[in-house]
Every structure is written in C-alpha cells, then in structure tokens.
C-alpha cells in the first residue's frame, strides 16, 4: 500500500488527513480503501482505515495504527500485508 502523504504548513495536525490507498481486491469486487490520519492531543499520529463498500457503504475500523510521528504510523501501515486488510474488510461487512 502506497500513498503519498501531502500536508501543507497552515493545516490543523488535530483534524484528519484522508489519503487514498491502493484499492482491495476481494471476490470481484474492488473496494475502495483510504486512511486518514491525525495528531490526537497527546502528540501520538493516529490513523483508521475506511472501507468504501460497492453501493455506496462505507465502514471504518477503530484508530489502529499509532506513532511517535508520522513517519512511524506509515511504517506500521505499510508493514500490514493485504491478507490482514481483507481480514479487517471481512470483520467490518
């Protein structure tokens, strides 16, 4: 999963970022998938994955991934293989 996170100097750190990720490829279907991404009043980087469901559905995990910083969240995103991601998509529908 690639992504390339853009953020300008005047954003608010505590408002999510939402990035677009490579799409699932589940059972012929192509689901939609997007992180976003933002600092929480402790300083942590904290993100959450969404699900955009063929018709429309959406659903979203909890804030799974943490970091010290930024980079450390995308590390721990692009550490997870796709086999856990259709396991997320598969514990949400």
Same mark, same amino acid.
């Given at each position: 999963?690639?992504?390339?996170?853009?953020?300008?100097?005047?954003?608010?750190?505590?408002?999510?970022?939402?990035?677009?990720?490579?799409?699932?490829?589940?059972?012929?279907?192509?689901?939609?998938?997007?992180?976003?991404?933002?600092?929480?009043?402790? +300083? /942590?980087?904290?993100?959450? *994955?969404?699900?955009?469901?063929? !018709?429309? $559905? @959406?659903?979203?995990?909890?804030?799974?991934?943490? +970091? /010290?910083?930024?980079?450390? *969240?995308?590390?721990?995103?692009? !550490?997870? $293989? @796709?086999?856990?991601?259709?396991?997320?998509?598969?514990?949400?529908?």
């Amino acid at each position: 999963m690639t992504a390339q996170p853009y953020r300008s100097t005047a954003l608010d750190y505590r408002e999510p970022v939402v990035h677009e990720l490579s799409p699932l490829r589940f059972a012929d279907q192509v689901i939609a998938l997007h992180l976003s991404v933002r600092r929480s009043d402790d +300083g /942590a980087w904290r993100g959450r *994955l969404h699900f955009q469901h063929p !018709g429309g $559905r @959406e659903s979203e995990t909890a804030e799974i991934f943490c +970091g /010290a910083t930024e980079d450390e *969240l995308w590390q721990s995103v692009r !550490g997870l $293989r @796709e086999h856990h991601v259709r396991a997320l998509y598969l514990s949400l529908v």
